[in-house]
Nanobody
Framework: QVQLVESGGGLVQPGGSLRLSCAAS????????MSWYRQTPGKGRELVAQ????????SYADSMKGRFTISRDNAKNTVYLQMNSLKPEDTAVYLC?????????WGQGTQVTVSS
C-alpha cells in the first residue's frame, strides 16, 4: 500500500518560515518524480513545486519562485518543501504527490496558515 504522509504545517506569521516533509512508503521512491501542491476553497488545487526522481531538476510556480525550495532525500524516502517569506495568500492545505509513469499518488495534506 502506497502512503504519503505530510508533516510540518502549522500557524506562522507573515514573513516567517516553515519546512514541510513528506514521508513515502510502499513505492520505489527513487523512481518517482515528486511534487507539492496546495489547495484552497477559492483557488482549488495548484502546483507549487516539482523535483525529478534523481533530484537534479526542480521547478516552481512563479508566485513561489525565490521563496520556496523543494528537495529530496532518497535514502530517507522523504521530500521537503522549505517555505520562506510566507504571505497570508500562502495559506492552504499543502499536499505531497508521487508520480511514476501513469500513476499518481497523493498524501492527505498538512495545513499551513499564515496570519498575524
Amino acid at each position: 500500500q502506497v502512503q504519503l504522509v505530510e508533516s510540518g504545517g502549522g500557524l506562522v506569521q507573515p514573513g516567517g518560515s516553515l519546512r514541510l516533509s513528506c514521508a513515502a512508503s510502499g513505492l520505489t521512491f527513487s523512481d518517482c518524480a515528486m511534487s507539492w501542491y496546495r489547495q484552497t476553497p477559492g483557488k482549488g488545487r495548484e502546483l507549487v513545486a516539482q523535483i525529478t526522481a534523481d533530484g537534479v531538476t526542480t521547478s516552481y510556480a512563479d508566485s513561489m519562485k525565490g521563496r520556496f525550495t523543494i528537495s529530496r532525500d532518497n535514502a530517507k524516502n522523504t521530500v521537503y518543501l522549505q517555505m520562506n517569506s510566507l504571505k497570508p495568500e500562502d495559506t492552504a492545505v499543502y499536499l505531497c504527490s508521487a508520480h511514476r509513469w501513469l500513476l499518481r499518488y497523493w498524501g492527505q495534506g498538512t495545513q499551513v496558515t499564515v496570519s498575524s
